[in-house]
Nanobody
Framework: QVQLVESGGGLVRPGGSLRLSCAAT????????MGWYRQAPGKQRELVAT???????NYADSVKGRFTVSRNIAENTVDLQMNSLKPEGAAVYYC??????????????WGQGTQVTVSS
């Protein structure tokens, strides 16, 4: 069994910064892509940023230049540095990872979500 645990959400003023972290634990053999998605009330879950095991990144157009995704391969963690946050960035942020377990099974895993509120 594998698990993703997020941390770092909270309340921030417009223009402020937050850093989200996510750790994958359990019977992990290897992790391919990791990333972050978000879901605002009444909207569908959308991609924010992803990073491959080789370090290639992909960002939603709405966050390019403001958000940075990074990962630590050895520690099975992925972070999201969010700068210049806008009110429309308020959402529940979810960590995601494409994990191969030690038993050989591969699964897309989701964290429980962490709330980000952007308000003055």
């Amino acid at each position: 069994q594998v698990q993703l645990v997020e941390s770092g959400g909270g309340l921030v003023r417009p223009g402020g910064s937050l850093r989200l972290s996510c750790a994958a634990t359990g019977s992990i053999f290897t992790i391919y892509d990791m990333g972050w998605y978000r879901q605002a009330p009444g909207k569908q879950r959308e991609l924010v940023a992803t990073i491959t095991s080789g370090g290639s990144t992909n960002y939603a157009d709405s966050v390019k230049g403001r958000f940075t995704v990074s990962r630590n391969i050895a520690e099975n963690t992925v972070d999201l540095q969010m700068n210049s946050l806008k009110p429309e960035g308020a959402a529940v942020y979810y960590c995601n990872a494409d994990i191969v377990r030690v038993d050989g099974a591969q699964e897309w895993c989701w964290g429980q979500g962490t709330q980000v509120t952007v308000s003055s």
